[in-house]
């Protein structure tokens, strides 16, 4: 079973500063990792992907991996007040295992105070 | 990029009935999943549905409960069948840009009284 371990919070911070989501996961095989941001009633929406280690850079948005640890994070800088949603990190592969699908934390809902 | 919409947006029903969820998406894709998204909880993959073939089910899932249709590459709909209040959840579709998913439905939210 694939497990992908991601704090709830709620995480509160004012506007301006740099936001950090962290996530651990469990399947040292997989190499493609993924944020999505989700407003609230909406569907997830795609932010960032990372390939294996490393640091990838998107605007104000950089997304880090480190397999030796199992270890994924999104940092926000400059944050903002429409910054604030749920943020899910995902593994490819299913849950069980499977090659299709994806398999997401429980999300982490960001406030950022005005 | 892909446009999918989901209908419907959001409904209550009444326990031991069911719904079907339709989602359309307006390119030809090959592989379709259908999620569950609990409150509190992970967005849970119920089943991957192909084309001309049967969908795929993730453990806890199964095609009695969760009927799957695929008739083009266009359209799917998932079913949730006889309701309980522990089917209350919001249900979303989501389809491939390439290799990697990037494209959901808005979601239906659904409420079993």
């Known amino acids: 079973q694939k497990e992908v371990e991601q704090d709830p919070g709620p995480l509160s911070v004012p506007e301006g500063a740099i936001v950090s989501l962290n996530c651990t996961y469990s399947?040292?095989?997989?190499?493609?990792f993924m944020w999505y941001r989700q407003y609230s009633r909406k569907g997830p929406e795609l932010l960032m992907y990372?390939?294996?280690?490393g640091n990838k850079e998107d605007g104000r948005f950089t997304a880090q991996v480190d397999k030796s640890s199992k270890y994924i994070s999104l940092f926000i800088r400059d944050s903002q007040p429409s910054d604030s949603a749920t943020y899910l990190c995902?593994?490819?592969?299913?849950?069980?295992?499977?090659?299709?699908?994806?398999?997401f934390g429980k999300g982490t809902h960001l406030i950022i105070q005005p | 990029s892909a446009v999918i919409s989901q209908k419907p947006s959001r409904d209550i029903c009444q326990r031991g009935t069911s719904l079907t969820i339709q989602c359309q998406v307006d390119?030809?894709?090959?592989?379709m999943f259908w999620y569950r998204q609990q409150p509190g909880q992970s967005l849970t993959l119920i089943a991957t549905?192909?084309?001309?073939?049967?969908?795929?089910?993730e453990s806890g899932f199964v095609i009695d409960k969760f009927p799957i249709s695929r008739p083009n590459l266009t359209f799917s709909t998932l079913t949730v069948s006889n309701m309980s209040p522990e089917d209350s959840s919001i249900y979303l579709c989501?389809?491939?840009?390439?290799?990697?998913?990037?494209?959901f439905g808005q979601g239906t939210r659904l409420t079993v009284v």
């Open positions: 390119s030809q894709v090959t592989m």
């Open positions: 549905a192909n084309q001309g073939s049967e969908a795929t089910y």
């Open positions: 995902a593994t490819e592969g299913g849950p069980g295992g499977g090659a299709d699908g994806l398999t």
């Open positions: 399947n040292s095989a997989f190499q493609y």
């Open positions: 990372t390939y294996s280690s």
């Open positions: 989501s389809v491939n840009s390439g290799y990697l998913q990037a494209f």
